[in-house]
């Protein structure tokens, strides 16, 4: 998902809270990027928070594999975060079987989405990806390596809410929403 699917966030609350954007590597829409890991990301976005003195956070959010790499900030303790919204984002591994399955959907719909099929992209539409956002989402397709692909499904079929990390986080879960 590009990072647009955000706008009406960050709208609302920029005139309140610095709002705080990421757009992960495989998921870029300018140039050619590769997603090695969510701990890589997580890495970096503690070192770009560290170099500017940034030390708390209000809200995280993270949808999907950004849910991962949320869980991971928070799971590291670098950064102090007051409440974490997670959608859509495992909080238990999957098995070889379900990241086999996953990889194999995904690197199909990123084709089918790369070749403009337009059954794959009125379907995106009608489940999940509201149309204003389609330039955005297939901007961002183009440019989404295989590679990239198999390091997010295997992020995110390893990743695990540990529930034994001592904070005063406040977690919300989510699963399955539409967006408006």
Not at 32 to 50: D, G, H, L, N, T
Request: proline share 4%.
């Amino acid at each position: 998902m590009p990072w647009q699917i955000w706008e009406p966030q960050i709208q609302y609350y920029k005139e309140k809270y610095h709002v705080l954007v990421v757009e992960l590597d495989g998921h870029t829409q300018d140039k050619p990027s590769r997603f090695v890991s969510a701990e890589m990301q997580a890495q970096k976005i503690e070192k770009y928070c560290e170099d500017r003195e940034i030390e708390s956070f209000a809200v995280v959010c993270g949808l999907s594999i950004g849910g991962v790499i949320a869980q991971i900030l928070w799971k590291n303790q670098k950064l102090r975060i007051e409440q974490m919204i997670l959608d859509g984002t495992p909080l238990a591994p999957a098995g070889r079987i379900t990241s086999m399955v996953m990889t194999k959907a995904y690197k199909k719909l990123v084709h089918k989405s790369q070749k403009r099929d337009p059954k794959t992209l009125d379907v995106l539409k009608k489940s999940f990806l509201p149309e204003q956002y389609m330039d955005a989402y297939l901007a961002l397709v183009d440019l989404v390596s295989d590679t990239s692909v198999e390091n997010m499904i295997y992020s995110f079929c390893q990743s695990e809410l540990r529930i034994d990390v001592d904070n005063d986080t406040k977690i919300i879960y989510a699963h399955g929403t539409k967006p408006s």
